[in-house]
Every structure is written in structure tokens, then in C-alpha cells.
T-cell receptor
Framework: SQTIHQWPATLVQPVGSPLSLECTVE??????LYWYRQAAGRGLQLLFY??????ISSEVPQNLSASRPQDRQFILSSKKLLLSDSGFYLC???????????FGPGTRLTVL | AQSVTQLDSQVPVFEEAPVELRCNYS??????LFWYVQYPNQGLQLLLK??????LVKGINGFEAEFNKSQTSFHLRKPSVHISDTAEYFC??????????FGKGTRLHILP
């Protein structure tokens, strides 16, 4: 069976510090991978998605970047965090773009 | 414009009472529809999905949803809620680029 992991589960970082959130998927190959942010009162916003190694599509202009160094690894990064980057970050995977997405447990990021 | 609208941001319901969480989608999205649930401090979990076939879809935990093409709705229902159903519920639809669009969520409060 497939599983998706995210870490860390929670993170408190000062403004201006770097960020690296990691997501890995087990039990499948060549998944589509997604990063979402859930900010208070704003629902889920798709940040990035990837259909393969090294292929990243950005949905919204922002302070964050994503990378996919391995088939089942998806990393969300920032060089300098802003207060507005606070939120709950969810990674998801699917077999194809049209298939059901399965979500990881999430990372709660607080930027102070 | 492509959109998924959840009309209620919060729904309070007494335990063992029935509940309906409303969801409407714009006709510009593909008719693949989903309901996800997010329990407190957890990631998202798929409740049910409609891809084709019977318009009444049954999901986990006793939930069901009915696809209504003429009203562009996909309301979620449960005949008798339990305190463990306290969570945030997200309606989602696949758009024509095969990306999922989420509604803003409905927080279900179960009252004793």
C-alpha cells in the first residue's frame, strides 16, 4: 500500500529564516506530487505540482519554491520566510493528474 | 470562472441529528467531484468521490453525497452524526486542466 510522509509536523521559525519541508511517498512510482497551503479562513491553495523528477509547475507567485530531486521526494523551500508564510502545508500525491489525491499529515508552520 | 462554493463556513448540529453540507461548483469544471475531511490537527482524507455512474455516492463513516447536474451541486449528507464527526469538510472539483479546486471548507460542530 502507498503511504505519504511529511516532516516536520510542526515548525516555528523567525521571519527571514530559511525553510525546508520534506514530503516522501512510498509504495508507488512516478507519482504526481502537490504542495498545498491552508491558511486560516482561506481554504486550500495549490502552490506547486510536479509530474516527474525535476519538473515543477508553480500555481501562484510567492516567496516559496519547490524541488523534486528524486521520484518520490518533494521539497518545499524558502530562502527568507515572511509572516504571511504561516499556515498548514499539505503534500499530496496522485497516480495521474485526473486521479484522486491522497494527502500527507501536514506541517504546521508558524513564522514569528 | 472555475469555482467550488461551500455556502456555510460553519454548521452546528446536535449529536444524532442529520446533517447536510452544501457544495456548488461552476459549470466550467469537469464533473469529477470529491469530498475530503480534515480532523483536528490532521491532514486531509478522502470521504467519497463522484466520477460517473450513479448520482448517489456512498463514502466512509456513513456519509453520502448526491451529484445534481441541473443544480450543479454535490451536497454531503449523513443521517445521524456522532461527536467524532467534528472536523472540517472540503468539497473539491477537477478543473479542465485536471487540477483540483477546493472549496473554502465547512467546519462541522457536533453539539452534545
Amino acid at each position: 500500500s502507498q503511504t505519504i510522509h511529511q516532516w516536520p509536523a510542526t515548525l516555528v521559525q523567525p521571519v527571514g529564516s530559511p525553510l525546508s519541508l520534506e514530503c516522501t511517498v512510498e509504495g508507488t512510482s512516478n507519482p504526481n506530487l502537490y504542495w498545498y497551503r491552508q491558511a486560516a479562513g482561506r481554504g486550500l491553495q495549490l502552490l506547486f505540482y510536479s509530474v516527474g523528477i525535476g519538473q515543477i509547475s508553480s500555481e501562484v507567485p510567492q516567496n516559496l519554491s519547490a524541488s523534486r530531486p528524486q521520484d518520490r521526494q518533494f521539497i518545499l523551500s524558502s530562502k527568507k520566510l515572511l509572516l504571511s508564510d504561516s499556515g498548514f502545508y499539505l503534500c499530496a500525491w496522485s497516480r495521474g493528474l485526473e486521479d484522486t489525491q491522497y494527502f500527507g499529515p501536514g506541517t504546521r508552520l508558524t513564522v514569528l | 470562472a472555475q469555482s467550488v462554493t461551500q455556502l456555510d463556513s460553519q454548521v452546528p448540529v446536535f449529536e444524532e441529528a442529520p446533517v447536510e453540507l452544501r457544495c456548488n461548483y461552476s459549470s466550467s469544471v469537469s464533473v469529477y467531484l470529491f469530498w475530503y475531511v480534515q480532523y483536528p490537527n490532521q491532514g486531509l482524507q478522502l470521504l467519497l468521490k463522484y466520477l460517473s455512474g450513479s448520482t448517489l455516492v456512498k463514502g466512509i463513516n456513513g456519509f453520502e453525497a448526491e451529484f445534481n447536474k441541473s443544480q450543479t451541486s454535490f451536497h454531503l449528507r449523513k443521517p445521524s452524526v456522532h461527536i467524532s464527526d467534528t472536523a472540517e469538510y472540503f468539497c473539491a472539483a477537477m478543473n479542465r486542466d485536471d487540477k483540483i479546486i477546493f472549496g473554502k471548507g465547512t467546519r462541522l460542530h457536533i453539539l452534545p
